[in-house]
């Protein structure tokens, strides 16, 4: 299956062309460390970029101060991750192995450079996407999370830092490896996060996490941009790629992970280009790398509450706590969500038990029991398909007598022929059981009643729009969807009855709810933005 950015240990070190070393030193300076020094400390905003001209640069461990990989860069190579594009934080402690001069350029004048030579923008992207890769897999970072298994708000930071591919260390407070029982005693054996070298997170929420690592940008009240883009889902993300590469300031507001519903699945295989298949939240990353490469930034977690239109006709939009922002055109990307149940017990053991994804992180709870997935949609059935490798055995639970009106043929084909999955048509679930944890669930079928013990539910039923914080500026249906086009008097096929507001993807009344149909009205929409601004563009002088 594809995943995001080559594998460092079979990508050959190319060093950089002559022409943009050249480059690089026009724009930067020289810098000398001593055998020893740090050269950038862990929590640093990554706004330098690190060219190494003599010497050797090695990650250090920050607890014990030794060397952490065996690998080290060294001359013709330079530091950085794929943080850099958007000033993220920077992960590793980095520390000059011995004597070394580099050359440091400021990061906006380098990503300046790399907007104008395609060349050494792609030898670099592709390198910080590799680092970024294989530092998730190893879980080299500064970020660790300590029994997501016991408490439900540690496990929502785990579940945001993996949906956003950034890099953590997971830990089980039940472990018995020297360095797990070290760190458990640290935080006294309470489910936690710790940041750095030790700073222990008081109440783990997405959005603290955020700001430490630096995703939460620094929002200026008073900012107006181009085009805000609310939703990170495979349709805000392509059109967050077209708006930065025809020139728009665009900013992307997501409420939960890049990926949108789509960041859910563990496996689309009928998207075009991917033979093998691919992750949602690979295939979004991708395109998230593609819009902060052409300066497009993305803001998370954060949520739009409201929104207001100004005199001169753009239009406020107000995020939680309550901070402002103002853009002159607005792209309602906001998806749907999975319904909840509405069954007792619900809420007490969401994230005990009871998931509304089915990534690597929920597969570990579906060990040595049987899993049930309710929903009768591709994402549902992927995730049966996935968690059947890890289960027990999964029951996938479907409302209606058959799934060829709702799954694709080739999913719902391997579904039925597949040993490891049961699926109950006609079948609802009707009970929880458990109190700190789900120990099973109430199956109800035409004819009976039953049992099932399971300590892993996945609920994807329905889709739910977000458009409250619309304010009633632009019209919807009765079930909350955008109304677009013809149905809102338009011509433009993802106008809606607001100037300066337009809805693509699964938000949008009447749309096909796959993510090829969301990635292409994502893209096809930025020309109507651009045409809209262009007519609006207030006059010079």
């Known amino acids: 299956m594809e995943t995001l950015g080559q594998d460092l240990e079979t990508m050959r070190r190319v060093p950089l062309a002559p022409a943009h070393v050249d480059a690089i030193c026009d724009i930067g300076g020289e810098k000398f460390y001593p055998a020893g020094s740090i050269v950038m400390e862990i929590g640093e905003p990554m706004d330098r970029f690190v060219y190494i001209l003599e010497g050797e640069i090695e990650v250090v461990n920050p607890y014990t101060g030794d060397r952490l990989l065996k690998s080290a860069l060294g001359p013709t190579q330079f530091m950085g991750e794929i943080a850099f594009l958007n000033r ?53 970072a500064a970020v660790k999370v300590i029994g997501a298994d016991r408490d439900p708000a540690v496990q929502a930071v785990e579940r945001f830092l993996s949906r956003n591919r950034i890099p953590f260390q997971s830990y089980d407070l039940d472990g018995a490896d020297p360095e797990t029982v070290k760190v458990c005693t640290l935080i006294k054996h309470e489910p936690s996060v710790i940041l750095g070298t030790g700073t222990r997170l008081e109440d783990p929420t997405p959005r603290k996490v955020a700001q430490y690592l630096g995703l939460d940008l620094d929002i200026c009240s008073r900012r107006t941009y181009d085009l805000v883009i609310v939703g990170g889902g495979p349709a805000g993300v392509a059109a967050a790629v077209y708006a930065g590469s025809e020139g728009i300031e665009a900013l992307v507001i997501e409420d939960t992970a890049v990926g949108g519903q789509a960041g859910t699945s563990s496996r689309i295989e009928n ?17 998230q790398v593609q819009a902060m490469k052409f300066g497009t930034r993305f803001v998370m977690p954060r949520r739009v509450e409201a929104m207001s239109r100004r005199e001169d006709g753009a239009y406020c939009i107000t995020l939680d706590d309550a901070d402002e922002l ?76 058959s799934l060829a009106a709702s799954m694709s043929s080739y999913l719902s084909q391997r579904l039925e022929a597949d040993p490891r999955v049961t699926i109950h048509y006609h079948s609802e679930v009707t009970a929880l059981h458990g109190d700190t944890w789900l120990e099973g669930i109430t199956l109800k079928t035409k004819d009976s009643e039953r049992r099932i013990d399971s300590r892993a539910l996945f609920i994807m039923i329905g889709a739910a729009p977000n458009t409250d914080w619309l304010s009633g500026l632009a019209e919807t249906d009765a079930k909350g969807f955008v109304l677009t086009g013809a149905a809102a008097g338009k011509g433009d096929d993802y106008a809606t009855t607001a100037p300066g507001i337009f809805a693509v993807g699964d938000v949008r009344a009447g749309s096909v709810k796959r993510v090829a149909s969301a990635v292409g009205e994502g893209s096809v929409v930025v020309s109507r933005i651009w045409q809209y601004l262009e007519d609006t563009r207030p006059a010079e002088g």
């Open 88 to 140: 993220g934080t920077n992960y590793l402690k980095m520390r000059a192995a011995r004597d070394t001069r580099v050359i440091e350029a400021p990061r906006e004048a380098m990503l300046e450079l790399m907007s104008r030579v395609p060349e050494l923008s792609d030898h670099l992207i592709t390198v910080f996407a590799a680092r970024r890769r294989k530092q998730f897999e190893l879980g080299n």
């Open 271 to 287: 998207y075009m280009g991917f033979p093998t298949g691919i992750s949602g939240t690979d295939l979004t990353w991708r395109g």
């Open 326 to 401: 103002c853009a002159r055109a607005v792209l309602v990307a906001t998806g749907v969500q999975y319904r909840r149940l509405p069954i007792d017990k619900l809420e007490e053991l969401e994230g005990a038990g009871i998931f509304y994804s089915a990534t690597e992180m929920e597969a570990r709870f579906c060990a040595k029991t049987e899993a049930v997935v309710i929903g009768g949609g591709n994402s549902a059935g992927q995730a049966a398909m996935y968690l059947s490798r890890a289960a027990a055995h999964v029951h996938l639970v479907v409302r209606g007598g």
